[in-house]
């Protein structure tokens, strides 16, 4: 076999993988776990079904690292701290209402769906979360460290901050509305609660 044809081959099998990984995600929204089926994800990523388990082992290690892929993403859009907490802390809340009204978003619509994996592809995603966590909670611990933020951990905070987040946009999504949220509110509310909680 020839080098370009060598090249042919690496780049089909490239394009098919990302093919699998992308669709993956897709059916496990749309029909979650149960209907997640490797016929139905081979075929929307238009390979053969021979192929994903050339390339995955299993339906279960393909799902997984889809969501490990899709935690890395998510990972790297987090906004690193730029000493303006307000305005990072707005800029965080608008990117996670953008994500989460995408309807792709693991936290409201894949995280229901990983405690049906097997034990060693579950345990392999909860690990990508928790990373995925840890970079949330450093924009808290970050203004902790700077004595911008004091009294309560940086996990608490965090999950203090996001959570009203995901109730808004998961009554939205529920309601089938568009998301109204104001970011700035949110962002002053959470820091009054916080000095308040810490007894400033």
Known sequence: MSGGENQRNGETTCSARERLLSAAVEVLLDRGYRGATSREIARVAQVNEVTLFRLFSTKDDLLAEAIVQRAATDRESVPAPTGDMQADLENLAELTVRSLSGGGHL????????PRLPAEQRKVVREALVETQKSLVAIFRHYQDLGRLV????????????????????????????VQFDASQHVRVFLEGARERAGQ
């Open 107 to 114: 936290l409201v619509r894949i995280l229901p769906e990983i």
């Open 151 to 178: 009294g309560e951990p940086a996990e608490f905070l965090c999950t203090s901050f996001m959570g009203p987040i995901l109730m808004v946009v998961g009554a939205a999504h529920s309601r089938e509305e568009p």
